[in-house]
């Protein structure tokens, strides 16, 4: 047997070698120090100059956001302004459960309240979907948005002003340019349209139309459905006895300057009000559908102009109330009008919403990605219906989430469907709904024999072709791939020919490019001329690129015993920091984790649970932080050994690792260099006199004489 044949024996023999659950034998003061690795003067000096940042470890520099005092302070205000308890309370029922709250958890379909509000620690956690955090991670859950929007929503619900961007001008209060100011107005105005729907004389034929549609009392006071009286001046005039100038109604879009001289009128009359909101809850704008008969008036629809609260391209109507239900489903339903969305809810389907006078968008995509995972385009079956269903092709190869299509039979809109057919046969309808790629291929296909119409079928797939080049996504992407084979598997072509033919749309494309068909008609079939099928050997190779890992890692295992005893006791951060290297933790979470700690160490801030989730941006970190502190809290009473002695024991395995790596580095460089006999007996003698060490076998008062001793 070779030296370092031994040596490896050893190794797996020796007690300490591998760790198997036991502690150390060996005193606390023994284990502390034998395992630091830095001194503070150390990660002083290696962190010097933190004040202009500090850096993440790899891959947390988007995950991670480590925040400067100014920035930590102003985080710190708005937590201890809001309460998570109201600011669950507004969409949830609460109800009490010993020392905490417990409520139904929106994010899946519970039936007994798995949601709990600790309001001791400002923070929540189900612990079904094994989620958590504090108020800002609530906020960016419940909404969807980043730590920085979440941040200032709560801010601006506390009443707290941001710091403003360098060149930006602090808008006057009351002025056109205020924010709160344009918020007050429109909900004023909702609120003086349903009122006046309610209970005015001339909002007879108003409420006469809203029952023929059949909406109910309660769809009429849920979504503050309203009435716009046939006047020119109605709400300008009370808007002004209200407080509020012609110029701050037309900056909410609530009038229209006049064409000829100054002055305003209003930009909704006659009309059914339906208000707009946003993910808050909060009235951004309004929208309006002429009454029958007074087609005189414009356009059968009318919204609101783009604003400083509102963008049609950003905005979806009905979302901040089927949010919920979307959540729960992960399923969205796209319609094309507000009462196609209130009649859904009235027939149990919750998870339905509006696009705004525009078709569905990329924004509106990025909006529903953040709740769900199949998008249902939910189309009337006329023919402006079948149009707006070809526009989507592009979107579903761009986008990374399930996208399909229904379109609905006999020229019925959503409503009349509901209605007519119930509430079975429409969800029935949803659940056989193609995915926008099919749907093509079915429209494009539809009376063709792909075996003998040769020409049709050829037109049929360029169509599609060009559709599918208009998406800019690399030729690699795995989504474009497997459209691309469905492609081939419908018409019997080679993959790598359509793969070329989409290569030359996107060629021609390109800016100074000539000659590219807007869509290619019956005599052009792409940018060559020549059948698809008549080309089958110039095909170039597919590449396919790895998927991304998510940088979401559970922490568990020693890295999960090392932060619950350090949320446990915040005093021995510092020996941590000092003890264990960054490269040591199995997770880039744990790094994050680390890293957090070590932000608030340098700002000279308490490393406490309440500091450690204000320190975190990240939604998923902060759930970590708030599940470490719940398995601290239950091993408190129950523990057999004190927090220092726990402590000791994590550090005195982290190093175990540490050593057996190193020794195992060692081992292979002398394989590798084939080290004369003496040689090797001197590492030899390195690593068994390390190993003693670790064991506790050495005299410290000579440990050379100890080793001695031992040949």
Not at 584 to 609: F, H, I, K, N
Request: net charge negative; aromatic share 8%.
């Amino acid at each position: 047997m070779t030296i370092s044949r031994l040596w490896q024996t050893l190794l797996s023999d020796a007690p300490g070698g591998g760790y198997d659950g036991r502690f150390p034998e060996m005193p606390w003061k023994v284990a502390a120090t034998s395992v630091c690795r830095f001194s503070r003067r150390d990660v002083a000096k290696k962190h010097a100059g933190a004040k202009e940042g500090i850096s993440s470890p790899a891959g947390c520099q988007e995950e991670l956001r480590v925040s400067n005092t100014i920035d930590f302070d102003l985080k710190e205000r708005v937590r201890t302004a809001v309460d998570i308890v109201d600011v669950v309370r507004s969409q949830l029922e609460l109800r009490p459960q010993g020392q905490q709250l417990v409520a139904l958890c929106p994010w899946h379909r519970d039936r007994h309240p798995s949601l709990t509000i600790n309001p001791a620690r400002q923070t929540w956690r189900c612990w079904v979907c094994n989620i958590g955090g504090d108020v800002f991670s609530f906020v960016m859950k419940r909404d969807g948005v980043s730590f920085p929007e979440a941040l200032r929503m709560l801010a601006e619900q506390a009443g707290i002003a941001l710091p403003r961007f360098r060149g930006e001008r602090e808008a006057e209060p009351g002025s056109p340019g205020d924010k709160a100011t344009l918020l007050t107005a429109v909900r004023w105005a909702a609120d003086q349209y349903h009122d006046f729907f309610l209970s005015s004389e001339q909002a007879a034929g108003a409420r006469k139309y809203a029952a023929s549609r059949g909406l109910s009392d309660e769809s009429i006071a849920r979504f503050k459905i309203g009435y716009a009286p046939d006047n020119w001046d109605w709400l300008l005039s009370r808007g002004t006895r209200a407080g509020f100038s012609a110029e701050v109604l037309h900056a909410c879009g609530l009038t229209s300057p006049r064409k000829s001289g100054s002055g305003f009128f209003d930009m909704f009359r006659h009309r059914l009000m339906f208000p707009i909101w946003d993910l808050q809850g909060r009235p951004i704008s309004l929208g309006g559908r002429v009454l029958p008969g007074s087609e005189s008036f414009g356009g059968k629809y009318i919204n609101g102009p783009e604003t400083k609260l509102f963008s049609k391209s950003r905005q979806l109507y009905g979302l901040h109330i089927a949010r919920d239900a979307i959540l729960r489903s992960r399923q969205a339903l796209v319609m094309e009008g507000y009462t196609d969305v209130i009649a859904s809810f009235q027939g149990g389907i919750e998870n339905a919403v509006a696009v705004l006078g525009t078709a569905l968008g990329e924004d509106h995509l990025r909006l529903l990605k953040r709740f769900a995972e199949t998008i249902v385009l939910v189309l009337d079956g006329d023919q402006a219906g079948q149009r707006r269903a070809e526009e989507v092709l592009e979107l579903f190869i761009r986008q990374q989430l399930d996208l399909r299509v229904l379109t609905l039979p006999d020229d019925l809109d959503p409503a009349d469907f509901l209605s007519q057919r119930g509430r079975e046969a429409f969800l029935a309808a949803v659940d056989q709904a193609p995915d926008a790629f099919e749907y093509q291929l079915q429209r494009y296909t539809a009376g063709i024999d792909l075996t003998y119409d040769t020409h049709r079928a050829n037109k049929a797939v360029e169509r599609i072709l060009e559709s599918m080049a208009q998406a800019p996504v690399p030729i690699t992407d795995l989504k474009l791939q497997q459209s691309l084979t469905r492609l081939g598997r419908t018409f019997s072509l080679p993959v790598e020919i359509l793969q070329q033919r989409l290569m030359e749309y996107r060629q021609r494309r390109r800016p100074g490019s000539k000659n590219l068909p807007s869509r290619v008609d019956s005599t052009s079939s792409g940018p060559e001329s020549g059948d698809l099928r008549e080309r089958v050997d110039e095909a170039p190779a597919a590449d396919v690129r790895p998927a991304r890992i998510s940088p979401h890692e559970p922490i568990s295992g020693l890295d999960r015993e090392l932060f619950e005893t350090l949320v446990e006791a915040p005093e021995y951060v510092s020996l941590a920091l000092e003890s264990i290297d960054q490269s040591w933790l199995a997770t880039t979470s744990a790094r994050c984790l680390l890293q957090a700690y070590q932000s608030l160490e340098l700002s000279g801030l308490a490393m406490d649970v309440e500091n450690i989730l204000l320190a975190l941006e990240d939604e998923f970190l902060k759930g970590q932080i708030v599940y470490f502190d719940h398995r601290a809290s239950g091993k408190r009473d129950v523990a057999t050994l004190s927090t220092a002695d726990r402590f000791a024991s994590i550090l005195q395995r982290y190093r175990d690792i540490q050593h057996r790596a190193a020794s195992q580095q060692q081992i292979a460089q002398m394989q590798s260099k084939r080290f004369q006999e003496d040689e090797e007996v001197d590492v030899l003698d390195e690593l068994f006199a390390s190993q003693r060490v670790r064991q506790g076998f050495v005299d410290f008062q000579n440990p050379q004489g100890d080793i001695e001793g031992s040949r």
